[in-house]
């Protein structure tokens, strides 16, 4: 009976929550991913949208899957290239970003005329989804480094520095084992060809290679202890 009631109470919550999307869980959301996707990627412009983002988290992989925010990012961020993944960014950068693909998706700025009338029928977040949707990207936000620590970033560091702020902020080295570390820099050479970013591939003089035996032992000396519980 007690717990009937309170499950009936949580309900009710729920219900009365204002934004309806705060319902919308991870198959609905993949759903809106997967719909616009087809869209995108049928139009003239796919080859370059293709290689705008990376493909990365789907929506069950979200942080937060079952949020609002969640389900605000499937249903907007994924119009015109793969799902961006919260992690990419620091809490400050994201405020910056959405505003200027919130610019695009009401037919303003940089190629925000050609995207609306190539993408016809394209939504665009009210003021309070802007917000929800910031509150959430920085909620699950990457963690930057703090400089403070490492005197050596301008030596040891060179080839992490220069490798890894190419698309987003220098993560935090201690935020991660050297487990993980491994798994991640695999994971962004990938982006960087995906990207077309410096891969070391082709030796361009003066331009920075990609050195990854050296990102490695810098990250690896920095890392977080591997028993480290999270
Ligand atoms: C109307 C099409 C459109 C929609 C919708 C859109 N984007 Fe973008 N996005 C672009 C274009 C075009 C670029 C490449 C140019 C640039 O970076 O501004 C881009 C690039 C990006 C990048 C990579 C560049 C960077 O600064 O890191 C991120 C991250 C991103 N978008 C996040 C988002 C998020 C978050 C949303 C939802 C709030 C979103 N996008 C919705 C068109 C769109
Ligand atoms: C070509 C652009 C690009 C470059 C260069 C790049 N990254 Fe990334 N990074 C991304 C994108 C896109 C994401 C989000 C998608 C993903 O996680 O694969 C990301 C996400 C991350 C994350 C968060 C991932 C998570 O799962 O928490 C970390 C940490 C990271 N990058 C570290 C690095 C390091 C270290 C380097 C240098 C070796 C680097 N990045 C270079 C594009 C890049």
């Known amino acids: 009976m007690f717990m009937s009631g309170r499950f009936a109470t949580v309900l009710l919550l729920l219900l009365l929550c204002p934004a309806s999307v705060a319902l919308a869980g991870p198959a609905e959301n993949q759903a809106l991913i997967d719909t616009a996707r087809a869209r995108w990627e049928g139009s003239p412009q796919a080859g370059w949208m293709v290689r705008i983002l ?5 929506a069950a992989a979200l942080p937060e899957a079952g949020s609002g925010g969640a389900a ?3 249903r907007y961020c994924a119009q015109c290239h793969h ?3 919260p992690a990419m960014h620091h809490p400050d950068k994201w405020a910056k ?3 200027r693909m919130v610019d695009r998706m009401r037919g303003h700025g940089n190629r925000g005329a050609q995207m609306r009338q190539m993408m016809g029928g ?4 009210d003021e309070e989804e802007v917000h929800m949707l910031i509150g959430y990207l920085r909620r699950n936000a990457q963690k930057p480094i703090d400089v403070a620590r490492y005197p050596d970033l301008d030596t040891r560091g060179r080839s992490f520095r220069d490798a890894c702020e190419q698309c987003h902020v220098l993560p935090e080295p201690a935020s991660r084992t050297a487990g993980e570390w491994r798994r991640v820099v695999s994971r962004m050479e990938r982006n960087m060809a995906w990207m077309n970013r410096v891969t070391g591939s082709q030796a361009v003089p003066g331009e920075t290679q990609l050195r990854v035996p050296d990102i490695l032992s810098y990250l690896t000396a920095h890392a977080a202890p591997a028993t480290r519980t999270r």
Do not use: G, I, Q
Not at 122 to 125: E, F, G, H, M
């Open 122 to 125: 394209l939504a665009a977040p």
């Open 72 to 74: 605000l990012l499937a």
């Open 54 to 58: 990376p493909p990365s988290v789907d």
């Open 97 to 99: 970003v959405v505003h």
């Open 83 to 85: 799902l961006p993944n």
